[in-house]
């Protein structure tokens, strides 16, 4: 018999998904141990188990999941092919309703007045210390998107405003946040995307301590820093707002030791029965869980607590590295919300991280 981490590893499930259709009746396994509570299949069910995978891939409802594993299991092929080809004509025409509905939208994009133009078009000159900039450029920079289908995200948004310099990168699964104090500037509120090139070279620049002068003029961005400079053009697409995207719902706060914790995590169990993919890379999952006396553990394939968050791991551990603090908060929110790590000294810099789902 098939233990349930053995399962996971060969049928493309994990863990909590085989424990979620045990519970949903979907995939029941042969034998439960009834000491432990720890499930056991049968070798014929690892075929079920790849078949299960393959359809929630798909996106075939559970009800019809039910039916296909009781026909494939009683070679009931009429039955199979007709759940298939149901399935089949439901992505069809969901599809191309959502075609319809993406039409419209871009139409209504094309019509509406951009609010961000004059952001994006605006002339700022002001001086910034060269050891914020650096920070700030520093603290961000592992966050920034490489997608060319995304190029608006292929850059580090500089946001001026008032004596303020917010930096922003996100990449869709995380987004890194730091400020830097400004002067001279004071005029209305202007936003440029810095390209990542020229974002490594203004980084190459910032290694005195004396404050170096930003000017964005137009497309147009240039930074000074004694008589050296280095300049180019911004990206030329508009940058989400963020400001729409920090706001989280209160979670636990917890103080970690960032050696320590960086220890748990890279010497820690990792869902290796959940290797997921993004961008057709894989990743590890790391399960993250605030105990009672508050302190955070690495979670082992143990059963899953309803208030567990997971992430990508080696995201966490960038994230970890850019916060640069010897001390850091993170906040856990429901599974679903974003895991925050924050500064307890620098509130303005900090980043998040999308939690992936450990039920399929």
Known sequence: MRSIGEMARDGGLSVSALRFYDRAG???PAWVDPVSG??????????????????????????????????????DA????????????????GLSDARGEFSTLRALLDRRENPMTSLNTATARLSVPAPELAAALDAVRFAAGTDPELPMLGGILFDIEGEGL???????????????RTTGHGGLRTQVVVP??????????????????????????????????????????????????VHLPAGRRAHVDTATFRKALETGPVRASETRKKDGEAFDLSVLRVTENGTVIVCDDGDDD?????????????????????????????????????????TDTFSILMPVRLED
């Open 166 to 180: 917010h930096l922003v990168t996100t990449d869709r699964y995380r987004m890194a946040v730091a400020q830097a």
């Open 38 to 75: 720890y499930r056991w299949y049968e070798p014929e069910q690892l075929e079920e188990a790849r078949l299960l995978a393959r359809l929630r891939r798909a996106g075939m409802p559970l009800a019809d999941i039910r039916l296909v594993l009781a026909g494939w299991a009683g070679a």
């Open 26 to 28: 979907v995939l029941v």
């Open 78 to 93: 009429d039955l199979v092919r007709g759940l298939l080809q149901a399935h089949l004509r439901r992505l069809e025409l």
């Open 196 to 245: 990542l090139p020229l974002a490594d070279a203004m980084r190459a620049l910032l290694t005195g301590e004396e404050p170096v002068q930003l000017t964005v003029d137009g497309d147009r961005v240039t930074l000074e820093t004694g008589d050296r400079q280095t300049a180019g053009q911004n990206v030329g697409h508009e940058f989400p707002d963020y400001r729409r995207l």
């Open 306 to 346: 309803p208030h567990d968050v997971a992430v990508n791991r080696a995201f966490l551990l960038d994230a970890l590295t850019a916060a640069a603090r010897d001390e850091l908060v993170l906040e856990l929110g429901a599974p679903t919300a974003p895991l925050a790590i924050r500064r307890p000294d620098d």
